[in-house]
């Protein structure tokens, strides 16, 4: 991975959507370099609002050092992070010495993965390629995504990220309008998992949305078992309502009973393979 991430054809490729952006599928071209913003509202700076080393989650990537970025090209009225993933101003410049330095400490806490999540990482990718180009010897990467990026945007990672960690959260177009801003969703979602798939290890996650069963966690698990049988799918089942969520009534409430067990039910009368 270091000759991949020192590679200066592939670091200028990535700086160029600075001045033109197309990492995400909004695809608005802003200048950010000359202080331009597009709907994510990101610069040229990716900030970290928050890291810590994870235990609790897939128990394949623990303990693994999250790195929070600010910023993010979707707006999830339910989105946990709230304002920290939409005021791409906030948190500490991310640099090479300040990712070295994090690495280093998190080392002796025996952290087996660095994970960037946000907000959203894709929309950062030069300013990440470039903290992490001079670290010698990083731990595999993870990279937990909303999958709404470019297929330029992939490009940049091939052969940097081990482990996409992919955020499948609405499994119709309607309620990613709706819900995330977003049009054309199941569309460069499902794309982007196929191109995962190939460039390294996928898993895919989702959370479970109350009221979200029929409409999109069914169509959903249909079409993983037709297109990616073998993919690990990590169903989440823990929804709270957070930040906006009850501007969408059927979101500002917990999971109903019996939820949860339906969809793993359902999963597994799919043969999906299920992962904690
Ligand atoms: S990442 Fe931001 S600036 Fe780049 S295309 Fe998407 S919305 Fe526009």
């Excluded at 020192?6 to 608005?28: F, I, T, V």
């Excluded at 989105?79 to 791409?88: R, S, T």
């Excluded at 309620?175 to 190939?198: P, Q, S």
Aim: glycine share 8%; proline share 6%.
């Amino acid at each position: 991975m270091a000759s991949l991430l020192s590679n200066p054809e592939r670091l200028e490729r990535a700086r160029r959507h600075y001045r033109s952006c197309g990492l995400c599928e909004h695809r608005c071209g802003a200048d950010r370099d000359a202080g331009e913003r597009g709907p994510c509202k990101a610069g040229p700076i990716a900030r970290v609002y928050k890291q810590r080393v994870e235990y609790g989650e897939e128990w394949e990537l623990i303990p693994s050092h999250l790195f929070y970025l600010s910023g993010c090209d979707l707006r999830c009225g339910f989105c946990v992070a709230g304002i920290n993933a939409f005021d791409a101003r906030r948190g500490h410049p991310l640099t090479a010495e300040f990712l070295a330095e994090a690495i280093e400490r998190s080392r002796e806490q025996g952290v087996r993965t660095l994970q960037w999540v946000g907000g959203e990482p894709t929309i950062h990718i030069p300013a990440i390629l470039d903290a992490m180009a001079p670290c010698d010897d990083l731990p595999p990467v993870v990279w937990k995504s909303d999958f709404h990026g470019t297929p330029e945007a992939f490009a940049l990672l091939d052969g940097i990220v081990d482990v996409y960690l992919a955020d499948f959260k609405f499994g119709n177009d309607a309620c990613a309008r709706r819900i995330a801003g977003v049009h054309n969703y199941v569309a460069v979602l499902t794309r982007n998992l196929c191109t995962a798939a190939r460039q390294g290890d996928l898993i895919v996650r989702h959370l479970l949305l109350p009221g979200h069963f029929d409409c999109c966690f069914r169509p959903m698990v249909a079409w993983l078992a037709a297109n990616l049988p073998g993919a690990r799918f990590s169903i989440r089942d823990g929804y709270l309502p957070s930040w906006q969520a009850d501007r969408h009534a059927e979101l500002a409430r917990p999971l109903a009973p019996g939820d949860a067990d339906r969809a793993y039910e359902l999963a597994a009368g799919a043969r999906l393979r299920t992962i904690e």
